[in-house]
Antibody
C-alpha cells in the first residue's frame, strides 16, 4: 500500500532554511502519471498547496512562494525533498507530503504531517 | 489565482440529517474540483474528485455535484464519524487552491 512520511526539524529560527524529506513506499516516482507534492496547514486554517514534482521531473510551485521553494527527488531512495528559504514565523504550520491521484492534481494519499514552528 | 469560497463556514447537525456544503470558484473550472474531509490532528482525506466521482472506499452516503463555478458536497445521512471539517480544492489551474473549509459539528 502507499505510505508517505515527512521528516525534518520541528523548530527553525527566522531567516533559516527549512529542509524537509518525504519518504514514500508503495509506488515509483518513475512511473507515468505519478507525482508527489507538498502542502502546509497553519493551525485552524485551510491547507495551502506548495509544490509538485512529477514522474518526468517536471516541477510546479506556488507562485507566492516560488522564489523560496525547491523540490527535488531521489528515486533510488524513494524520497522527495523540499527546501524553503528565509523562514518566518508566519510559515509555522504542519507540512504534509502527499501522493498525486493519477490524472488529477489532487492528493489521494497523505503523510501524517510534520508540525514546524518558526521561532527565535 | 482561482479563489474558492465555501458556505456555510460551519453548521450543526444531528446524526441522520442530510447535509449540503457549497463551494464556489471565482472562475469556470469545469469539473476540476475535489472534496476532502479532515479530522483534528489528521491529514485530509480525499472523498470526491472530478466534482462527482467518489474516491475508492468512500461511503456512498457522500456525493458531489456541480460544474463550472458552483459545486456541492452532500451527506445523505450524517453518521457520527462524519463530524469533521470539509474542504474543496480546485485543480483546474496552478496554483492549486483550497476553500476555507466547512466544519460540521454535533447539534
Amino acid at each position: 500500500q502507499i505510505t508517505l512520511k515527512e521528516s525534518g526539524p520541528t523548530l527553525v529560527k527566522p531567516t533559516q532554511t527549512l529542509a524537509l524529506t518525504c519518504n514514500f513506499s508503495g509506488f515509483s516516482l518513475n512511473s507515468y502519471g505519478v507525482g508527489v507534492g507538498w502542502a502546509r496547514q497553519p493551525p485552524g486554517k485551510a491547507p495551502e498547496w506548495l509544490a509538485f514534482i512529477y514522474w518526468d521531473d517536471e516541477k510546479r510551485y506556488s507562485p507566492s512562494l516560488q522564489t523560496r521553494l525547491t523540490i527535488t527527488r531521489d528515486t533510488s531512495k524513494n524520497q522527495v525533498h523540499l527546501t524553503m528559504t528565509n523562514m518566518d514565523p508566519v510559515d509555522s504550520a504542519t507540512y504534509f507530503c502527499a501522493h498525486r491521484l493519477r490524472g488529477a492534481d489532487l492528493f489521494d494519499f497523505w503523510g501524517q504531517g510534520l508540525l514546524v514552528l518558526v521561532s527565535s | 489565482a482561482i479563489r474558492m469560497t465555501q458556505s456555510p463556514s460551519s453548521l450543526s447537525a444531528s446524526t441522520g440529517d442530510r447535509v449540503t456544503i457549497t463551494c464556489r470558484a471565482s472562475q469556470d473550472i469545469g469539473s476540476y474540483v475535489g472534496w476532502f474531509q479532515q479530522k483534528p490532528g489528521k491529514a485530509p482525506k480525499l472523498l470526491v474528485y472530478a466534482a462527482n466521482t467518489l474516491q475508492s472506499g468512500v461511503p456512498s452516503r457522500f456525493s458531489g455535484s456541480g460544474s463550472g463555478t458552483d459545486f456541492t458536497l452532500t451527506l445523505s445521512s450524517l453518521q457520527s464519524e462524519d463530524f469533521a471539517t470539509y474542504y474543496c480544492q480546485q485543480y483546474h489551474s496552478y496554483p492549486l487552491t483550497f476553500g476555507p473549509g466547512t466544519t460540521v459539528d454535533i447539534k
